[in-house]
């Protein structure tokens, strides 16, 4: 699926990943939405294979996600010069920010993240509409994206994150059973 570079093509997208991504999700038993993953040594090197053990934190980093684009879209918006990433973190460790996301949601519940994605989901979406196309996607727009557009973050924190947890979600459905 190429990359949205319109308003209307990111909320398509963004959409379409979301409501896949839900059924996804709602064609499992319970008993294999509530499995601790068994990915094993088969899938990938990336840290985030080993890091999600079950489809709560899969859906609470999503939420997490959707957090750091609201909050730096919000600062910046007020007038507070802010990154993307909340300090001390970079693009070079944001891994070890995703950790600390893991850790921080150990004991939320599955309803409770289901809850708070779906909640996320609508603040980003109402955020992304109020965003005119040149805002989202002309480079140079809003100073404080620097090299990149408004709309690539949202992209990134959206419809690439969702297809990042259906490639997860769905290789737990594959290795469900076979531990």
Not at 9 to 23: G, H, P, S
Not at 122 to 145: H, K, N, Q, Y
Not at 151 to 174: L, Q
Request: with cysteine.
């Amino acid at each position: 699926m190429p990359r949205p570079t319109t308003k209307q093509d990111l909320i398509r997208t963004a959409n379409d990943q979301f409501e896949k991504m839900w059924n996804l999700i709602d064609s499992m038993p319970d008993d294999e939405r509530n499995a601790t993953f068994n990915f094993g040594a088969d899938y990938g090197k990336e840290a985030h294979w080993g890091r999600d053990e079950n489809l709560r934190d899969v859906l609470v980093h999503l939420y997490e996600w959707h957090q750091l684009l609201l909050d730096w879209v919000d600062a910046n918006q007020s007038g507070e010069a802010k990154p993307f990433l909340p300090a001390p973190y970079n693009w070079r460790t944001y891994g070890d920010m995703n950790v600390e996301f893991w850790k921080k949601h150990q004991s939320t519940t599955y309803e409770a993240s289901k809850e708070m994605l779906c909640n996320s989901y609508a603040e980003v979406m109402a955020l992304i509409d109020s965003f005119s196309g040149e805002e989202l996607f002309a480079e140079g727009r809003l100073p404080w994206t620097g090299s990149s557009t408004l709309g690539s973050y949202c992209v990134s924190a959206t419809s690439s994150h969702y297809e990042w947890a259906m490639k997860k979600i769905k290789a737990h459905k594959k290795t469900y059973g076979t531990q």
